[in-house]
């Protein structure tokens, strides 16, 4: 049995060779026109989330509405205390409070969501919270993701590193001819894509055992980019400059 034949090779470059030689007796010009290389490259990037939203609840329940409020309003102050000392600012603090009649006491509850920017800082509040105020406030695992500003910029690194990668090649084409690569005549973006930056339906549910770590990584955005290029050949690399 004959063995498989082998898959069909890929181009990933096309030099337009220069045209023959001219007779002899005519001066052949330094510089033949319409010499391009034409290939494609691609590059993948990744961004870690930027963003990071951590979701408090506590509660109160009295035979007073006062009381019950004065019990949720102290410890409140104490978490918007905590986290304006490790530099979170107002705006980034949101609280929800919620107050009712349960049969014949006063129900007080109350939900605080603080995003971070800066992962450590969260670590250390979180870690506060739960050394001072113990089971009288429930925090809940915190929730990353990323800001519009942080995948632009991902959408922006990835395809300015394709054309880069794509350009390092067309340098590497032409120096196995012995040419000279010159100026772009075109750059055009063929494929991108993007996933990730979020739990898959499969995590969630061992979302309590994830480290800290593991939830980055699943929370990971990632981006690619393929583009296709024409460059110009300017004519045979100089020896001396190679050298230099």
Request: charged share 20%.
């Given at each position: 049995m004959a063995p498989?034949?082998?898959?069909?090779?890929?181009?990933?470059?096309?030099?337009?060779?220069?045209?023959?030689?001219a007779p002899q007796?005519?001066?052949?010009p330094l510089a033949l026109p319409g010499r391009e290389v034409h290939l494609s490259g691609s590059a993948e990037l990744s961004a870690r989330p930027d963003r990071?939203?951590?979701?408090?609840?506590?509660?109160?329940?009295?035979?007073?509405?006062?009381?019950?409020?004065?019990?949720?309003?102290?410890?409140?102050?104490?978490?918007?205390h905590s986290a304006r000392l490790h530099g979170v600012p107002e705006e980034n603090m949101t609280v929800t409070e919620d107050f009712?009649?349960?049969?014949?006491?006063?129900q007080m509850e109350a939900e605080v969501c603080i995003v971070f920017s800066d992962f450590g800082k969260m670590q250390n509040v979180c870690n506060l919270l739960i050394e001072k105020l113990g089971t009288s406030v429930?925090?809940?695992?915190?929730?990353?993701?990323?800001?519009?500003e942080a995948i632009d910029t991902l959408r922006r690194q990835v395809c300015v590193t394709a054309?880069?990668?794509?350009r390092r090649k067309a340098q590497e084409v032409c120096q196995l001819f012995g040419q000279a690569l010159g100026k772009p005549l075109l750059i055009k973006e063929e494929e991108t894509k993007e996933w990730g930056g979020h739990i898959d339906s499969q995590l969630?549910?061992?979302?309590?055992?994830?480290?800290?770590?593991?939830?980055?990584?699943?929370?990971?955005?990632y981006a690619s980019c393929r583009v296709f290029a024409v460059f110009e050949i300017k004519g045979k690399e100089n020896r001396r400059n190679k050298l230099l």
């Open positions: 498989p034949a082998p898959p069909p090779s890929r181009v990933f470059a096309e030099l337009d060779l220069a045209p023959s030689p007796g005519r001066i052949e990071a939203r951590v979701s408090l609840r506590l509660g109160s329940r009295k035979e007073a509405a006062v009381a019950a409020r004065s019990s949720v309003s102290r410890r409140l102050q104490y978490i918007a009712s009649r349960v049969e014949n006491t006063y429930t925090i809940n695992p915190p929730h990353f993701y990323h800001t519009p054309v880069g990668n794509t969630l549910h061992s979302a309590d055992s994830q480290t800290l770590q593991e939830r980055i990584r699943n929370a990971t955005a």
